[in-house]
């Protein structure tokens, strides 16, 4: 049976938000999940602006994340910080777009609005928004089992 894939769509600017992602990344793991972390399996643009130019560093992260976030089944967007990460947004809009079933992961309480999130992120989310690890597992198992119960029913 093939295993759930999920992208981790995440912030990837400071040592914790790095860490912080491989974190949730392990977890996922560890409940059977695929996860592809682009910090981990992707291209890093420092690395590859050595050999190439920064127009095609950009393009070569671009078709990868793309390609990652279309053969994904699921899309775990971090939403920690007052706004969420451009780059989520855009892998967020794309999986919905697809879709996808996205589900948000948000420890932070900050945000530009006096706690409020944006619609558009909400209702990519279908306002699936986890305040945990242990609350996000639950979100994942529900669409899980939906999805197989799709499938059984479809057989």
Same mark, same amino acid.
């Given at each position: 049976?093939?295993?759930?894939?999920?992208?981790?769509?995440?912030?990837?600017?400071?040592?914790?938000?790095?860490?912080?992602?491989?974190?949730?990344?392990?977890?996922?793991?560890?409940?059977?999940?695929?996860?592809?972390?682009?910090?981990?399996?992707?291209?890093?643009?420092?690395?590859?602006?050595?050999?190439?130019?920064?127009?095609?560093?950009?393009?070569?992260?671009?078709q990868?994340?793309? !390609?990652?976030?279309?053969?994904? #089944?699921? /899309?775990?967007?971090? +939403? &920690?910080?007052? $706004?969420?990460?451009?780059g989520?947004?855009?892998?967020?809009?794309?999986?919905?777009?697809?879709?996808?079933e996205?589900?948000?992961?948000r420890?932070?309480?900050?945000?530009?609005?006096?706690?409020?999130?944006?619609?558009?992120?909400?209702?990519?989310?279908?306002? !699936?928004?986890?305040?945990?690890? #242990?609350? /996000?597992?639950?979100? +994942? &198992?529900?669409? $899980?089992?939906?999805?197989?119960?799709?499938?059984?029913?479809?057989?």
């Amino acid at each position: 049976m093939k295993r759930t894939r999920i992208y981790l769509a995440a912030p990837m600017f400071s040592e914790a938000e790095l860490s912080f992602n491989k974190e949730v990344a392990e977890y996922l793991r560890m409940q059977g999940f695929d996860v592809f972390l682009p910090q981990e399996s992707g291209y890093k643009l420092a690395e590859l602006v050595k050999d190439t130019s920064a127009i095609d560093a950009h393009e070569l992260i671009f078709q990868k994340d793309w !390609r990652e976030v279309k053969e994904c #089944d699921i /899309l775990v967007f971090i +939403l &920690d910080g007052r $706004v969420p990460d451009e780059g989520g947004c855009v892998e967020l809009g794309a999986a919905y777009a697809y879709g996808k079933e996205c589900v948000g992961l948000r420890t932070d309480p900050r945000s530009l609005i006096e706690g409020q999130m944006n619609p558009m992120i909400l209702g990519c989310l279908k306002f !699936r928004v986890a305040e945990n690890l #242990d609350e /996000l597992s639950n979100y +994942l &198992d529900e669409i $899980v089992k939906t999805k197989v119960t799709e499938n059984d029913r479809q057989r």
